[in-house]
C-alpha cells in the first residue's frame, strides 16, 4: 500500500496520480462512491470513514492501492462531541494504514515529504 496524506486542496491527488502513472478511471473516489475491488487508488478516505465506523473491513481493498486521505488531525478541536469521535476514530485508522502502509508521503502546498 502507498498511502498519500496531506490537507484540504493540498495537490494530494495530482501528485498521487502523475507519480504512480495513474488515471482518473482507476481511482475510486469514495466521496461519492463505495469501495470497488480491483481499483488502483482510492481518494477521500475520509469521506469513507465519516459514513462507515468500521474501517478495517476495508483493508483487504487497499492493500494494493494507492490510498490519498485528508488530514483532519490540524486545527481547532470541534465542540461537537460527535465530529471529535470520527476525528479519534479517522486519526486510529490512519495510524494503522501507516503502520501497513510501504510508504507514506505527505503533501503541502504540492510538495511532497517521505515520511516512511
Same mark, same amino acid.
Given at each position: /500500500?502507498?498511502?498519500?496524506?496531506?490537507?484540504?486542496?493540498?495537490?494530494?491527488?495530482?501528485?498521487?496520480?502523475?507519480?504512480? #502513472?495513474?488515471?482518473?478511471? %482507476?481511482?475510486? +473516489?469514495? @466521496?461519492? !462512491?463505495? &469501495?470497488? @475491488?480491483?481499483?488502483?487508488?482510492?481518494?477521500?478516505?475520509? !469521506?469513507? !470513514?465519516?459514513?462507515?465506523? +468500521?474501517?478495517?473491513?476495508?483493508? &483487504?481493498?487497499?492493500?494494493?492501492?494507492?490510498?490519498?486521505?485528508? %488530514?483532519? !488531525?490540524?486545527?481547532?478541536? &470541534? /465542540? +461537537? #462531541?460527535?465530529?471529535? @469521535?470520527?476525528?479519534?476514530?479517522?486519526?486510529?485508522?490512519?495510524? %494503522?494504514? @501507516?503502520? $501497513?502502509?510501504?510508504?507514506?508521503? $505527505?503533501?503541502?502546498? #504540492?510538495?511532497? %515529504?517521505?515520511?516512511?
Amino acid at each position: /500500500m502507498e498511502l498519500v496524506i496531506g490537507g484540504a486542496f493540498q495537490g494530494k491527488l495530482t501528485w498521487a496520480l502523475a507519480h504512480y #502513472g495513474l488515471t482518473m478511471g %482507476e481511482v475510486c +473516489d469514495l @466521496a461519492v !462512491s463505495e &469501495p470497488r @475491488a480491483g481499483a488502483k487508488c482510492y481518494c477521500h478516505l475520509e !469521506s469513507l !470513514s465519516r459514513r462507515e465506523a +468500521d474501517m478495517e473491513r476495508y483493508l &483487504p481493498l487497499f492493500e494494493n492501492a494507492v490510498v490519498v486521505c485528508r %488530514e483532519v !488531525s490540524g486545527g481547532i478541536v &470541534p /465542540m +461537537d #462531541g460527535e465530529e471529535r @469521535a470520527w476525528r479519534e476514530r479517522h486519526g486510529t485508522f490512519m495510524q %494503522e494504514l @501507516a503502520r $501497513r502502509a510501504d510508504h507514506v508521503t $505527505r503533501v503541502f502546498c #504540492g510538495l511532497t %515529504e517521505g515520511l516512511k
